[in-house]
């Protein structure tokens, strides 16, 4: 693979060549790895950016619908809009069970718009390993808003809000004790709540669930990332279309202020040192797996389960063995 040709393709808004790019930085193989560092390290030198938002929420809420009309809006005002859409992967081959590219038909045959289905591949937090190098590589090749759809499987969720700019928090109209579902973790990290299929019967609905999460927000601690006003809760309909315009300009604003005050700058350097400690981690962790750590490894755990060693004594002969270190007194 001509890694400098392919970078010269992406950086020209070539699809294909996005597409080839992103299927390398997934890849696991340590060829393809190191390749991908290549193709990334010559892509970074363009310093193109675009706005990183990150959506997530429970299943059946209606990301996907949302993301469709949302996008389509972008692309009709001459935006290029990138999908990154993590489905949950199949545990038999590994593969996306839904695949989004079939539920946003419309936006998938735009020529303004690039949507890439990626197999969540077990990894918490909903989002695949890869896809914050995905990103880059969707910002190199020229796209103005790139779209982090996640899984929507909890708490975890939280980890998509160190990939992107914005974070949105998709919910659905409900009754009753709505407020108890949500976990107080995601609720601290979204940008923005939206009450998703405000039309209809479920209108109503929809503005009092509205209503209850713009309550809740005001009782959180202030963040500094913050102008007077936000985190807030709107209503959209993705299916009728109504509201995606006032939620775009909330956002625009929202982005805007964060520049003028350094946030975004600040932000953006600390999601870096993030994923430099996770990529730390993930190394360290990658080593167990090979031998002969990982024979050592099953011969200590053997050790453990037969009684003839603690836990802690056998992490501590690991490590001092294979890292040269020991575990702390």
Not at 157 to 185: I, N, W, Y
Not at 207 to 236: H, I, M, N, S, W
Request: glycine share 10%; with cysteine.
């Amino acid at each position: 693979m001509d890694i400098e040709d392919l970078a010269e393709r992406i950086l020209s808004g070539e699809r294909r060549a996005l597409a080839r790019g992103i299927t390398l930085v997934e890849s696991g193989r340590a060829d393809h790895r190191a390749m991908a560092r290549d193709l990334i390290e010559r892509l970074r030198c363009a310093g193109r950016e675009a706005m990183r938002i990150g959506l997530s929420g429970t299943p059946g809420v209606g990301k996907s619908t949302f993301i469709e009309s949302f996008g389509m809006m972008l692309v009709a005002q001459g935006l290029r809009v990138a999908v990154l859409a993590v489905d949950p992967s199949s545990a038999r081959s590994g593969g996306s069970i839904l695949g989004d590219k079939t539920r946003m038909e419309r936006l998938s045959r735009h020529p303004g718009a690039f949507i890439r289905p990626s197999p969540s591949q077990t990894h918490l937090g909903g989002v695949a390993r890869r896809t914050r190098e995905a990103i880059d590589l969707c910002e190199a090749a020229g796209y103005d808003v790139v779209l982090i759809e996640t899984v929507g499987v909890g708490q975890s969720e939280t980890v998509v809000a160190e990939m992107s700019d914005l974070f949105m928090l998709l919910l659905a109209p409900a009754g009753g004790d709505e407020l108890q579902g949500v976990k107080r973790g995601i609720m601290e990290t979204a940008d923005m709540i939206l009450v998703n299929k405000a039309d209809g019967d479920l209108k109503s609905a929809a503005t009092r669930t509205c209503a209850d999460y713009a309550g809740a927000l005001r009782l959180l601690r202030k963040r500094a990332q913050d102008p007077e006003g936000f985190p807030k809760a709107l209503t959209v309909s993705a299916a009728l279309e109504n509201g995606l315009d006032s939620a775009w300009a909330e956002m625009r604003a929202l982005q805007a202020w964060r520049r003028e005050n350094g946030h975004f700058a600040r932000r953006r350097a600390e999601q870096a040192r993030f994923w430099f400690e996770a990529e730390v981690r993930e190394g360290l962790l990658a080593r167990l797996r090979r031998e002969p750590v990982k024979g050592a490894m099953a011969a200590l755990a053997a050790r453990v389960e037969a009684g003839e060693i603690t836990a802690a004594a056998a992490a501590d002969e690991l490590l001092a063995t294979y890292l040269g270190e020991s575990l702390p007194a």
